[in-house]
Structure formats: structure tokens, C-alpha cells
């Protein structure tokens, strides 16, 4: 062994620039693999650290009123488990008016465990004493002063302490003391296990062993990111995925994925493969060029297991170092561009528009997550080098291997003397013949130029993929963030309100437009409809509880009781389905052109035809068959009979004379609406029917007058807070009438997004330049290795220029052979990389053409550094004597 | 008539404590036509004095004129091209282009000299003299040892050079087949009256030459009685 290392280093220090360049690449690879293996892993923990602050730092709650209560204490710790943190409420009292407030006595452990502290006063001790945070006594309209009565549910308390601001709940909490009993209580347990195993096994373990029933424990947002939820069982899920009609891969992929974040895996380990890949291409190159000093050792008796421990010496030699400096850079940088703009790896909250209580800096920073520090992700690294070194032994054996099959003589001469000849005479069809040594130097082994082919595809190949899915990413942000709140509109206004009658006059979006600092003022007029779909035209309606009945899937009671749901059953096949109906002006159907699936927007033709545009619903697969309605099919659309309809009405159960019924033509299908209402049957874009159509039709055909909501851009350079202030000013005494700035927070997400693309970008240029090395290695590899046939050459009275000319072709040729392949190879990566976005990451819209521009840049890339690569090396062959090189 | 004139050549390689005086104030002239053998031990110069002379190295000092064009003073574009027209070369190891079959080696030359029309019937008819037309679509490595050298011979023909260099041509080759290149070198250099330059190590092929130069320590000693015989055919 002692020898073999020996050899190998003397190698490596004799081919400097073959180890340079693995030494580089295994840098490279390294560092890109850990570098961002951390940058996830920082993500994760800071997307779990804002969960903890937000929901609270437990993993699983239950009712604990039972029996199995009583033996907790002692079964905190078992086999298998161990619970770090416990804390019990009790629900003293249910309030719904005037919000719904919760009355619980929390024990300390609870305020810990949900981040809150007692910020003034005491907890409360009497009976009557009560305490609170400052937000539900600002909801109160209480001073926040220990000592202020508090009356609710018509009862008196005395504030007694002011505790810090609550995670996020469905209810209000105010905390009251033991001594407070109305003999209806409910005890709550919440636990937190320790999270250096698996939170959800040790949650079963503790059911197990207390006896807890496991259907009715409830689990935190926070345990996706330590493990909390039930995995989904692989052949389960892939054989449901098989059987189950329209499932397929999305639906394997999307369960595997919340059980193994296979996202993020497959990006490390398509990192991880493509190093390994260019550590095996770099180092094949080496050996090959040696293989004759192998075959000569050989020759004289050196065995086969001495030959793998020489050329495993020197892949370790180079590996144990690069990969340490590797990981140090790439650590290093990551480490920079985390502190830079951390905020783009951790995984956003929800984008939410129309939130009332919040104000539009609080949810601009709410929106954009912190990024807490940088962790370093030891399991990348050690996965990484385990997973190099594995293979970079794979790959050693391999070349043993591949010495083997060669016969003694086939390495010294570098032939395998497989080929079959082709007898043609060149010099009597052609002048010269360069071009045509040019052909069989490339040719001479099929299966080593087509390995050659494939390696300078693939950089190019990542690259491509890679500006693919990021330029799909960006195009998906920009057609959401602007699908969610219009236009993508600085400032909006609405009516929070389920009430038709509540709207912002015609005559106010009229002074608006007079504003000098805006640029855009779009009214959007509403209306609740109705929609037959019989004969089994309505075809996904096992997502509606109200048409399933089935027990525990229940329908959404506030829409129960005010529209009747959103769907109705009229007969076996036969519903009816609650329908958003929107009219925008032209501007903003234009707009709608960018999620155009189907037909023609010509707001024109709409308003003399009296055409809509059909918004169908949006399922889990990123389709949108669940109503078979096509372009230019006729729907009758059910309407209260003017636009002031009472609450009842819009349940769709009054009388026949309190509703109109009118049938329009679809001139065109879109994937989703713009500035939506959310305050009627909701819609979030992609679960609701929308009926659009202009604005003039929504006054023509169902007397709509005022607007629900209004999208507003400002001028460029235009001071967000004077317009605000001023469109207020306009809109106020209008009732239920909200202004909102988005200014911040777009510009936030702006932000976001751009740093989300450097990173994507940045990520595809360190694949493309490690590619590079491995081109220019290869071109080098090429070159030297036929020193000995261009010595000839050149004794044979070829000129420099002459020389260059036919390493010129030699580059171009490959250049342009690998652009061929690099788009062969694209075409199917580009449909696979479409399929998913569209179907498991639910992409709007994502490019389905390939895009010239990246192509033809990547393939002029490919054309320079190969030619570059050629010309370089063949340079290095000029400086030569010919008789060095006839002789080499 | 000369057709190269070696004058006062000092070749030195390396610097310092490793410099090697591979060829010490050389001065040498060959007549058009000869045959001339250059032997001496390994390592003695034969084989610097025979790149120096087709222009495959520069002198350190001196000069090497051929056809009154002092090469080392040609640029080396012109060299390349004065080398390609005037000098042909064969080496010990043959040096044929393995990717090219018989015909196309023995071509190669010509097809850089851009807009010369390669003479096939020449080509014909040097094949078919060198016993290699039944072996025109075969590669080098199909060939025998005596055949890749014949057709590397054929190579150095095919642009009719003034000088044949050849470096130990029948090194690798048993000693009939060595006889046999040896005359076909001896018929092209009186057919073509072409000069041929040739290091060997063997004595007794060096003694079928017209003249003997003998080299020792990079000293040339030309024309020694005891070293000299006249050629003829063996």
C-alpha cells in the first residue's frame, strides 16, 4: 500500500495540470454540493424557528381529560421517546361575541412553550382576574393599564397582567385564573419531544404506550420540518398512485415529497451525481492517458488489486484535500450570501391580500420570513463525502474494469482493435486531408466520442434546465403575485363586506382617475351567480363535503349557512355551482391574455356580443377539467334580479321572480382571475368558478353599478403614503371601504424574487463553469493525447496556420456535435421539467416552447470553449520540438 | 554539386550543470546524388545532426544551408514549407498517420502544399516499385514491420524531395527486411538522384553507402579510410 501511494503521488505530482484539474473539480463540486446543502439546511431551521415563534414550539396536542392522564408524568420517558416540554390548559369559557375569544387557564409551561411572557402586572390569581394581550385589548377597546375592568359575556375582570402577543390561533386567548370554573371545562396537553429523532415515531410510541387515541391528536404547522407527520408508506403511496384514476406520478411524488422533502434531495443529489460525474469524466482522462505505464507495470508483473490501490491512492490523494477545501468555500460563500439575502431559502408563508387587522408594513414583513442564521448542514457534508468517496471508488474499479477487457498490447498502442475499417481513398476525392484526419481522429472510437459528447452536453444540459425552471419560477411568481392581488397594483381598494349593497361609487373611481400620482385605476364590479352543470358535467365532486356526505368531511358551515354551499345537488348527475362574476375594464382583460388557456380576449367583441371569459377550477395535478366547459359553449348563468339583493337571496333558495336567468357564449377559458373577492363564496384563484366579463356588461346584464374592488398602480417615482393618503380622503365615508397600500410589500417580494433568481442563476453559472474545466480538460486530453500524430504532421511539412485550421475544425466540429446533443438530450429533460412544474408545483402557465435564446447561447459557448480548448492546447504542441512529439 | 552544406555546428541542450554538447563545431557537405550513412554510438549526435539538418531543431551555433538557403535563418512558416518541398523524412519508428490507410499516408504531404494536384500516377507507380499497391487501402497497423516502413519511405518520396533523411530506417526491422528497404533506398536515390542521409547503427549497412560519416561525442569524423566504402547493390 505504502508503494501505491508512493506511485500515486509521484503521478500526480508529474501531471500537474490532469491533478489540477481534478483538484478543481472536486473543489468545485464539493463546494457547490455542501455549500448548498447548507443554504437548505439554514432555510429549513430558520422556516422552523418562524414557525415556532408563529404556532407556538410544541409538536402534538390532545384532549388529556381522560385517564391515560394520570399516568403521563411518570411516561414522559420510554423506550423509544422522550417528551421535552409538556404543557395543559383548560378551557374555561367559549366567547363568540364580540369576537371569539377562548378563556383558558394556561399552566407556565403553556406562555413558554408559545413564546409569550407576562409583560406588565401578575397571572391571574382570583377569581376574577383576568390577562391578556395588547391586541385583544385594543380589539376590546380596553386601555392597556393592569387594574382596567375587562367585562365579557357580560361578566367583570379585573386586568391583572398584560402578556406578549399570541401565536397564531383561530380564537382569541385570555388567560384567567384556577380558581374560575364554570364546570365545563376541556384539558388541552401540549408536547414538545426531543427533536434529535424522529418526532412523529416518538408520538406513537407515547400513544402506544398511554393508550392515547391516535385520530384525535393534533399536530403543529412547525412538524413538517422535524419530522412530525405520518410518513407516507412508499409501496403504499406508489401503488395508490398507480391505481387510483388521475393520480399518478404528481400524486406519488407530491406524498413522497412532505414525507422526504424530495425536492430538495433531488437537487442535492442531481448536484452530487453531476460532481461525481465530472470527477470520473476529469479522471478517466488522467488514467487513459496513462494507460500504457499501467499496461507496462502490468506487463512486468504488477497485479490488478495493486493497480486499483494506485489509481484509488490518487483519487484519495486529491479527494480528502479538495473536498475539505471545497466544502470551506462553498460553506464560506453560502455563509456570505445567507447573511446577504438569507430570506430567499427559507420557505415563504402564505401571500395574504386581504387580511383586515393587519396593516401593510406588518404584512410586508410578515410575508418575508427571517432568516435567522447560517447553519452549516454536517449531513450534506458527511452524506457528500460518503457519497464521493463511494463512488470515486466505484469509479476506480471501474477503470480497472475497463483495463481489464484491454489486452496488455491494446493499452500500450491505446487501441482496442474492435473497429471495422472503412478502405476509402480520401486524397483521391479531396485536396487536402485534414479536414478528413479531422473526422477520424473524432470517429476513431465511437464509444469514447460519444462519452466525450455526452460530457460536454451535460454542463450545458443543467445550465439549460436549470434557467428553465428558473425563468419558469419568476414567470409563475410575477402571474401569481399578480393573479392574487390584481395587476399587481400598489394600492387596493375594497369592501370587506358579504353585502352587494356595499360597494365604492362609479363617481369615486371617476375622482381617482384624477389623482395625479396614479398611473392606473381599475374598478372591478361583482356579482354571486349560479350555474347549472347537469348530465355529469360537473366532474370532480368528491371535493365538495356539501354534495359528498361523508362522515367527517364536513362543509364549511359559514357558507352553508349564508349561500347554501358552493355546490348543490339537483340530480343523480345534475349540480348546481356557485359562481364568482367579475367585470373588469379593458385594461385589465388585457392582462388577463397572460393566463389565457383557451380562445380570444377582445373586450370589444365582449361587450357587442355580450361574451364571457370562463375561469374553471384549478385541481391538485395543475388541471382544469373538473367542469367540462370548452371555448364557445353556452352557459346559463343565474343571477339575483338586481344588484341589490338581500343576504337570502344569495342562497339561491327564493322565490323564481327574485332571480334572472341569462345564457352567454365562453369566448375564451383562463387559469386564473385578477383581483378576486374573497368576502362571498371565497376564492383563492384556483377553487372557484369566475365568470368575467367587462365591466359594462356587469351593468347591462345584471345592473351593477358601483365596485367591489379597485386596483390601483401609482406613477413611477410617485410617493406611495401622499397617494394613499390621498385615495383615502377620496374613499372615506364610504362604508366598509379599506385602503390598502401594497407598496412595501411589493417592492419586498420584488426584492425577494430578484435574489431568488441570482441564486438560481448563480447555481446553473458554477455548474456551467465546472463543466467548463471538464471541456477544456477533455479538449486538452484530445489534443495531447494525439501529440505523437500531429508531430507527424507537422514533420510532414503541415504549417502552423495549417495546424491551427484543423484543431479549429477538430473544436468546431465538437462544439457543434454537442450542441447537437446537448438539444437532443434538452428536448425530453425540458417536457419532463414542464410535467412537473405543471403538475406537481402547479406552475401557472410555464414556457412550453423551448426558448432560442439560452439555446443558441449555450451552443455558442459550447462552440468557443471547445474551440478555445483545442486551439490552447494544440498552442502547447507548437511550442514542442517535432522530434519530442514524434517521439512521444 | 552541394546540396547542403553543414558549417561549423555547435548544438547544446539544457543550461548550466545539465547542459549537453550534443554536436561540437560540426561542419559537413554532401554532393547531390550521395548516399551517405552516419553512424556512431548512442548518444554520440547522429540523430541531432540528422534533426539539424531537416530543420526539425536549430543549431545552437553554425549554419545548415540546403540548396543555399540557410535554414536557420528561414522563418518558420518558410521553413516548414522549404522543409515540406525539399526534405523527406523516415523514422525508425515509421511515424505513419494510424488513422490513415496506406494511399492517404503516403499522400499527406502533398495535400499541404495547397493547389498542387497530387500526381497519382506517381503515387501508382511508387506503391507498385515499393510492393505496396496490393496494400494501398490497408492502415499501418495491418502491415508489417518492413511494409509500414516501405510505405513511410513511399511517404518521403511522394513530394520528390532534394534529401531523404533517415533516422536508423531498419531499427525495428529484422535484417532481410532491412536489406530490402535498403535497396529500395539506394534504387530511389539513383532514379530520382535524390541525396539520402542515413544513421544506422549497423556497420554493415553503413558499409553499402557511398560514403561513411562517423560520429563521436557530437565530433564528426568524415571520410576516415577506415570507415569508408564505396556502395553498390547488395
Request: net charge negative; proline share 3%; glycine share 8%.
Amino acid at each position: 500500500m505504502k508503494n501505491c501511494i508512493r506511485l500515486a503521488f509521484a503521478y500526480l505530482k508529474y501531471y500537474k495540470k490532469q491533478t489540477l484539474a481534478l483538484f478543481l473539480g472536486v473543489v468545485l463540486s464539493a463546494g457547490l454540493l455542501t455549500g448548498v446543502g447548507s443554504l437548505l439546511e439554514s432555510g429549513r431551521r430558520a422556516a422552523l424557528e418562524n414557525g415556532r415563534k408563529k404556532y407556538g414550539d410544541w409538536h402534538y396536542s390532545m384532549r388529556c381529560d381522560y385517564p391515560w392522564f394520570s399516568g403521563f408524568e411518570q411516561a414522559k420517558k420510554g423506550d423509544g421517546y422522550e417528551v421535552e416540554n409538556a404543557a395543559v390548559i383548560t378551557v374555561r369559557k367559549m366567547i363568540e361575541e364580540p369576537y371569539n375569544i377562548s378563556m383558558l387557564h394556561a399552566d407556565g409551561a403553556y406562555l413558554q412553550m408559545m413564546g409569550r411572557e407576562l409583560l406588565e402586572g401578575h397571572y391571574p390569581e382570583a377569581e376574577h382576574e383576568i390577562a391578556m394581550d395588547v391586541q385583544t385589548l385594543r380589539n376590546l377597546d380596553i386601555p392597556a393599564v393592569c387594574g382596567s375592568t375587562v367585562t365579557l359575556d357580560g361578566e367583570a375582570f379585573v386586568l391583572s397582567g398584560i402578556v406578549s402577543d399570541m401565536p397564531e390561533a383561530e380564537t382569541m386567548q385570555v388567560f384567567v385564573s384556577a380558581e374560575l370554573d364554570y364546570g365545563t371545562n376541556g384539558s388541552f396537553l401540549y408536547l414538545k419531544f426531543t427533536e434529535s429523532s424522529n418526532v412523529y415515531n416518538q408520538m406513537m410510541k407515547l400513544a402506544n404506550t398511554l393508550g392515547i387515541d391516535k385520530s384525535r391528536i393534533a399536530r403543529n404547522k412547525i412538524n413538517q420540518y422535524v419530522g412530525g407527520d405520518a410518513p407516507a408508506g412508499l409501496w403504499r403511496t406508489v401503488k395508490a398512485g398507480i391505481q387510483m384514476d388521475g393520480a399518478g406520478l404528481p400524486y406519488i411524488w407530491s406524498l413522497l415529497n412532505q414525507s422526504w422533502n424530495l425536492t430538495e434531495k433531488s437537487v442535492l443529489a442531481a448536484l452530487g451525481i453531476f460532481g461525481v460525474f465530472i470527477i470520473y469524466s476529469l479522471f478517466q482522462v488522467s488514467v487513459t492517458k496513462r494507460m500504457s505505464q499501467y499496461s507496462m507495470m502490468q506487463a512486468v508483473g504488477m497485479t490488478r488489486g495493486t493497480t486499483f490501490g494506485i489509481l484509488a491512492s490518487e483519487l484519495g490523494i486529491i479527494f480528502l484535500p479538495a473536498y475539505f477545501t471545497g466544502f470551506l468555500l462553498g460553506n464560506g460563500a453560502a455563509a456570505y450570501l445567507y447573511r446577504k439575502s438569507g430570506k430567499i431559502f427559507v420557505q415563504p408563508e402564505e401571500f395574504y391580500v386581504h387580511s383586515g387587522a393587519q396593516t401593510a408594513q406588518t404584512q410586508a414583513a410578515a410575508s418575508l420570513p427571517d432568516a435567522g442564521a447560517f447553519h452549516v448542514s454536517v449531513g450534506v457534508m458527511w452524506g457528500g463525502a460518503v457519497f464521493f468517496l463511494l463512488l470515486t471508488l466505484f469509479i476506480t474499479w471501474m477503470l480497472v474494469r475497463k483495463m481489464d477487457k484491454m489486452t496488455t498490447r491494446e493499452m500500450m498502442s491505446k487501441e482496442t482493435g474492435k473497429r471495422r475499417r472503412n478502405r476509402t481513398i480520401y486524397s483521391k476525392k479531396h485536396a487536402g486531408l485534414t479536414g478528413i484526419l479531422t473526422k477520424k481522429f473524432m470517429f476513431e472510437r465511437k464509444g469514447a466520442f460519444i462519452g466525450m459528447l455526452l460530457s460536454l452536453s451535460v454542463g450545458s444540459l443543467i445550465f439549460l434546465g436549470a434557467s428553465y425552471v428558473a425563468d419558469n419560477t419568476k414567470r409563475n411568481n410575477e402571474l401569481t403575485f399578480k393573479a392574487d392581488d390584481g395587476l399587481g397594483s400598489d394600492v387596493q381598494i375594497y369592501e370587506d363586506t358579504d353585502m352587494l349593497t356595499d360597494v365604492v361609487p362609479e363617481q369615486t373611481a371617476e375622482r381617482l382617475k384624477e389623482v395625479p400620482e396614479l398611473s392606473m385605476v381599475s374598478p372591478v364590479r361583482y356579482m354571486l351567480g349560479e350555474i347549472p352543470l347537469i348530465d355529469g358535467s360537473f366532474k370532480w365532486t368528491e371535493y365538495y363535503a356539501e354534495v359528498v356526505e361523508e362522515e367527517g368531511f364536513e362543509p364549511n358551515p359559514v357558507l352553508m349557512e349564508k349561500y347554501n354551499g358552493v355546490a348543490v345537488r339537483t340530480g343523480e348527475d345534475d349540480y348546481k355551482l356557485k359562481v364568482n362574476i367579475y367585470g373588469y375594464d379593458d385594461e385589465m382583460l388585457t392582462s388577463l391574455n397572460e393566463y389565457l388557456l383557451e380562445g380570444e380576449i377582445d373586450p370589444e367583441q365582449m361587450r357587442r356580443q355580450n361574451t364571457v371569459i370562463f375561469k374553471p377550477l384549478m385541481g391538485g395535478q395543475g388541471t382544469y377539467e373538473g367542469v367540462d366547459i370548452q371555448n364557445g359553449d353556452v352557459i346559463t348563468l343565474k343571477t339575483p334580479d338586481n344588484a341589490e339583493a338581500s343576504p337570502e337571496v344569495l342562497r339561491f333558495l327564493s322565490a323564481d321572480e327574485q332571480y334572472q336567468e341569462q345564457n352567454f357564449k365562453v369566448a375564451a377559458l383562463v387559469s386564473r382571475p385578477l383581483a378576486k373577492v374573497e368576502t362571498f363564496i371565497g376564492d383563492d384563484g384556483t377553487n372557484r368558478i369566475d365568470i368575467i366579463m367587462t365591466n359594462e356588461q356587469m351593468r347591462e346584464n345584471f345592473g351593477v353599478e358601483g365596485y367591489h374592488t379597485v386596483s390601483i398602480a401609482l406613477k413611477e417615482g410617485a410617493d406611495a403614503g401622499t397617494a394613499a393618503d390621498k385615495i383615502r380622503e377620496i374613499t372615506s365615508g364610504i362604508p366598509k371601504c379599506v385602503v390598502k397600500d401594497f407598496t412595501q410589500q411589493i417592492e419586498a417580494q420584488n426584492l425577494f424574487l430578484s435574489q431568488k433568481m441570482v441564486f438560481f442563476y448563480g447555481v446553473a453559472v458554477i455548474l456551467l463553469i465546472i463543466s467548463l474545466i471538464h471541456i477544456m480538460n477533455s479538449m486538452q486530453y484530445l489534443v495531447t493525447a494525439r501529440r505523437h500524430e500531429f508531430g507527424i504532421l507537422r514533420a510532414m511539412g503541415i504549417t502552423d496556420e495549417g495546424f491551427r485550421r484543423m484543431l479549429v475544425k477538430e473544436g468546431l466540429r465538437y462544439g457543434i456535435y454537442s450542441c447537437i446533443v446537448m438539444i437532443v438530450l434538452y428536448m425530453p429533460v425540458q417536457k419532463i421539467l414542464y410535467y412537473f412544474l405543471v403538475r406537481v408545483y402547479l406552475y401557472i402557465h410555464p414556457q412550453t416552447q423551448i426558448s432560442p435564446v439560452p439555446l443558441l447561447i449555450m451552443s455558442a459557448v459550447n462552440i468557443m470553449i471547445c474551440t478555445a480548448a483545442v486551439l490552447i492546447s494544440g498552442q502547447s504542441i507548437l511550442k514542442r520540438q517535432i522530434i519530442e512529439e514524434i517521439h512521444d | 554539386m552541394k546540396i547542403l552544406e553543414i558549417d561549423h555546428v555547435v548544438k547544446i541542450y539544457g543550461s548550466g550543470e545539465n547542459q549537453v554538447r550534443a554536436l561540437a563545431d560540426v561542419s559537413l557537405s554532401v554532393e547531390q546524388g550521395e548516399f551517405a550513412a552516419i553512424v556512431g554510438a548512442s548518444g554520440s549526435g547522429k540523430s541531432t545532426l540528422l534533426n539539424l539538418i531537416g530543420g526539425l531543431d536549430i543549431p545552437t551555433e553554425g549554419s545548415v544551408i540546403i540548396r543555399n538557403h540557410d535554414i536557420a535563418k528561414l522563418k518558420r512558416k518558410e521553413l516548414t514549407i522549404f522543409r515540406r518541398r525539399n526534405i523527406g523524412f523516415v523514422f525508425q519508428n515509421y511515424s505513419l498517420m494510424p488513422v490513415l490507410n496506406v494511399y492517404d499516408n503516403v499522400a499527406l504531404p502533398v495535400t499541404f502544399d495547397k493547389g498542387k494536384h497530387i500526381d497519382h500516377a506517381y503515387i501508382k507507380d511508387l506503391l507498385k516499385e515499393l510492393g505496396l499497391w496490393e496494400k494501398r487501402k490497408s492502415y499501418p497497423n495491418e502491415l508489417s514491420g518492413g511494409q509500414q516502413q516501405r510505405v513511410a519511405l513511399a511517404r518521403a518520396l511522394a513530394n520528390k524531395p532534394a534529401i531523404i533523411l533517415a533516422d536508423e530506417p531498419t531499427g525495428n526491422l529484422d535484417s532481410r527486411t532491412a536489406i530490402e528497404v535498403i535497396g529500395l533506398l539506394k534504387n530511389s536515390s539513383k532514379k530520382y538522384n535524390q541525396t539520402i542521409l542515413m544513421v544506422t547503427h549497423n556497420e554493415a549497412i553503413a558499409q553499402t553507402c557511398d560514403r561513411i560519416i562517423r560520429i563521436e561525442d557530437g565530433q564528426l569524423f568524415d571520410g576516415e579510410r577506415e570507415f569508408y566504402a564505396k556502395g553498390g547493390a547488395v
